[in-house]
Nanobody, 116 residues
Framework: QVQLVESGGGLVQPGGSLKLSCAAS????????MSWYRQAPGKERELVAH????????NYLDSVKGRFTISRDNAKNTVNLQMNSLKPEDTAVYYC?????????WGQGTQVTVSS
């Protein structure tokens, strides 16, 4: 069992930056592939960034490439999402996800609002 708690969301102006963090409790965090998803009002949840357990493979949604960076610290059981050059279309609830085999866990989400 893994519990995920996101933090770092908030209101930011266009062009600004935010860093989201996801703290995981439970064992074997280093075994899990970790991802950040987002869901905007009236839209489906979409995958924003993904990092494998050993960080050897990292993928991004095309619209965030070059602006967002996902990273993980297996010693601290955390995964981060550094978001730069934020745009109004990045406004959404951001969710942390942990996946290993058929095990799949979600955090409660953190709101990111990009507005002037």
């Amino acid at each position: 069992q893994v519990q995920l708690v996101e933090s770092g969301g908030g209101l930011v102006q266009p062009g600004g930056s935010l860093k989201l963090s996801c703290a995981a409790s439970g064992s074997r965090f280093s075994w899990y592939d970790m991802s950040w998803y987002r869901q905007a009002p009236g839209k489906e949840r979409e995958l924003v960034a993904h990092i494998t357990s050993t960080a050897d493979i990292i993928n991004y949604l095309d619209s965030v490439k070059g602006r967002f960076t996902i990273s993980r610290d297996n010693a601290k059981n955390t995964v981060n999402l550094q978001m730069n050059s934020l745009k109004p279309e990045d406004t959404a609830v951001y969710y942390c996800n942990a996946m290993w085999g058929n095990l799949n866990y979600w955090g409660q989400g953190t709101q990111v609002t990009v507005s002037s």
